[in-house]
């Protein structure tokens, strides 16, 4: 069966300090990878997807990047974080079926707070 | 653009109770929906999809083009059914577009 892991799953970072969060899958193989935020008050906004190794695609532009750097890895990044990053960070994977209309699956997030 | 509004942030039901969830999208073609859930403790989790007509744990959601809305509905509720409820929409590019999300919190 297929699972999706996510560390850590809080963090608590001051402003202008460095940012990772990885996202790996189990199970699968070239599965298409997402990066979701949930900030308060808000939905959930997607922020990058991924359908191949180093292929990555932006839907919001920000202050944070996104590295595929493995079939089943998924990396979120930032060089210097803002308050305005504070947020539960979701990872989420689907079959890479075409057409992108699978459903996905998501990690348990990552809660990350900007002081 | 594509859009999904979820006008309640908060929905207090008795048990046994229906439960109404309300969704409304915007897209200017054929969108594909869905309804998620979050347990508390547990993650995001598909709970049902608008092409498979199918109810799941009691609940229904039925497409209305003509209201563009997708609302989440169960005849009785139920203490597990307190959760989290997004609804969610595939659109343009295969975009997945998340409303704000409803907390639906059953009470005796």
């Known amino acids: 069966s297929q699972t999706i892991h996510q560390w850590p799953a809080t963090l608590v970072q001051p402003v202008g300090s460095p940012l990772s969060l990885e996202c790996t899958v189990e199970g699968t193989s070239n599965p298409n990878l997402y990066w979701y935020r949930q900030a308060a008050g808000r939905g959930l906004q997607l922020l990058f997807y991924?359908?191949?190794?180093?292929?990555i695609s932006s839907e919001v532009p920000q202050n944070l990047s996104a590295s595929r750097p493995q079939d089943r890895q998924f990396i979120l990044s930032s060089k210097k974080l803002l308050l305005s990053d504070s947020g539960f960070y979701l990872c989420?994977?689907?079959?890479?079926?075409?057409?992108?209309?699978?459903?996905?699956?998501f990690g348990p997030g990552t809660r990350l707070t900007v002081l | 653009a594509q859009r999904v509004t979820q006008p309640e942030k908060l929905l207090s039901v008795f048990k046994g109770a229906p439960v109404e969830l309300k969704c409304n999208y915007s897209y200017s073609g054929s969108p594909e929906l869905f309804w998620y859930v979050q347990y508390s403790r547990q993650r995001l989790q598909l709970l049902l999809r608008h092409i498979s007509r199918e109810s799941i744990k009691g609940f229904t959601a039925d497409l209305n083009k003509g209201e563009t809305s997708f609302h989440l509905k169960k005849p009785f509720a139920q203490e597990e059914d307190s959760a989290m409820y997004y609804c969610?929409?595939?659109?343009?590019?295969?975009?997945?577009?998340f409303g704000t999300g409803t907390r639906l919190q059953v009470t005796l």
């Open positions: 969610a929409l595939i659109g343009t590019a295969s975009k997945l577009t």
């Open positions: 991924s359908v191949g190794i180093g292929q």
């Open positions: 989420a994977w689907s079959r890479a079926s075409g057409g992108g209309t699978d459903t996905q699956y």
